[in-house]
């Protein structure tokens, strides 16, 4: 699920391009203000940031300062994420669940819409991609530290994704 979703998440990055041109096309060749194309150039940029997160972790592919890291034997690495998901990545994901439901449910209340005239009336959506990426996180987070337990005791001979043949 989490790859499925990291790779339909990755097209917005093209329709972000294409209504980034059309916003500045419709602006300086026809004088033509386009408040909600742009509004919608940041929900796709919200969600693919968000959303494709827990597709980040998935495949490593998040910021990690591996000058130790890359030298460890897979058991070792397997304990350094498992200290890493139970000790920071839970704990971060349950403080953002408990800090954004009240401003995500408040949103929702409100129908909130956009501030600016011609502006999308959806914000209560954009706000909910905060629980996309609390959720997806959480289940990722959970899958990990189930690889890297069956690492540590022998199950699995890596919890990393492989850097040869993988497919994007």
Known sequence: M?????????????LMVLLTGAVVLLRYVFGIGATAMQ????YAHALVFMGAAAW???RDAHVRVDIFFRRMSAKRQAL???TGGLFFLLP??????????DYVAASWVRSERSADAGGL???????????L???????????QIIKTLCVLTGALPSHLPSRHGEHL
């Open 80 to 82: 350094v994420d498992l």
């Open 133 to 143: 990426l609390v959720a997806t996180l959480l289940l990722q987070a959970v899958a």
């Open 56 to 58: 980040a972790l998935q």
């Open 121 to 131: 009336p959806w914000v209560y959506l954009q706000k909910s991609i905060i629980l």
């Open 2 to 14: 989490t790859a499925w979703l990291g790779r339909v998440l990755a097209w917005l990055t093209l």
């Open 92 to 101: 971060v994901c349950l403080f953002l669940a408990w800090n954004c439901w």
């Open 39 to 42: 509004e919608l150039v940041l």
